[in-house]
């Protein structure tokens, strides 16, 4: 299943946030060119190049539908597209940024390294990734999938992400080229309107694997199951809204 940009940018404030707070502790960049790894519909990019008029600057992405929303979003800027898991970031590099895209790639600490050696001396990786895997919002798309009405469907698939490493790990890794490294989480608290927007949101990510492999006559009731659950996690408050946990995990480093 494709990516919706629409799907996406309803909660366009709040995805953009932690890409702002990410792209706020990048050091100023030297020559050479930028990109927005995992550019999705072009709201990072715009970040970079506001922050970097100046710089060269290109996104990749492997989804042709965010390509087009971002193309049209920022004409001047070249758009590729590109599967990060065997793209070969050419050497020159002055940042690799990639906001809420290396989760998706299980080998991400060897595109990493990669990219780390792309890098020219004074640039910098800057990553950010949800680490809300143990989140209810997660947790119950998978109990919703192992419940006797949908496991006949997920029985023979993995779709649960690994947990990812430690920070240590990741410092690790990233130590052996770097000059300075960054790693902090945090945890945003967003306040959407019911139990449903958060039902929207993760439609936009983290539900669309589960909803892809059924078939399409079941994704409505998948779908209900679902939010009666994240119903009864997220309670509303006195106002009716709801307010979504959401740990981030953010790396920057900037290459010896
Ligand atoms: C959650 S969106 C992030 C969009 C944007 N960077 C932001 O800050 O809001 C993740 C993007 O990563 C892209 N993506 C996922 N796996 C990818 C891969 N293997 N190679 C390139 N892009 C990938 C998706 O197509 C999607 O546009």
């Known amino acids: 299943m494709a990516w919706s940009p629409a799907q996406y940018l309803k909660f366009e404030d709040e995805r953009t946030r932690p890409a702002r707070d990410l792209l706020a502790q990048v050091p100023d960049l030297p020559d050479g060119v930028a990109f927005d790894l995992g550019c999705g519909p072009g709201n990072s990019t715009e970040l970079i190049r506001d922050r970097f008029p100046w710089a060269t600057l290109s996104g990749l992405d492997s989804d042709e539908n965010m390509l087009v929303a971002a ?53 910098t990786l800057a990553a950010q990734m949800p680490d809300n895997l143990g989140e209810p919002s997660h947790l119950l798309m ?14 023979e698939k993995t779709i649960r992400r690994n947990p990812m490493p430690g920070p240590a790990t990741y410092v690790e890794c990233l130590a052996p080229r770097a000059a300075n490294i960054e790693v902090w989480h945090t945890i945003y ?68």
């Open 142 to 155: 998978e109990e919703t999938a192992r419940s006797p009405a949908f496991a006949d469907a997920f029985a």
């Open 189 to 256: 608290h967003h306040r959407l309107a019911n139990a449903e927007a958060i039902v929207e949101w993760v439609k936009g990510t983290g539900l669309r694997p589960y909803l892809d492999t059924l078939p399409e006559d079941r994704r409505d009731a998948f779908v209900a199951s679902y939010t009666d659950r994240i119903r009864a996690a997220y309670p509303a408050m006195n106002d009716g809204k709801v307010l979504l946990r959401f740990p981030r995990f953010f790396i920057v480093a900037v290459k010896a």
């Open 71 to 123: 193309a049209k979003r920022l004409p001047g800027i070249t758009f590729e597209k590109a599967d990060l898991a065997s793209w070969v970031p050419p050497a020159g590099a002055s940042l690799f940024y990639g906001n809420a895209v290396f989760q998706w790639l299980p080998n991400h600490l060897t595109i990493f390294e990669r990219l780390m050696s792309a890098l020219v001396s004074g640039g």
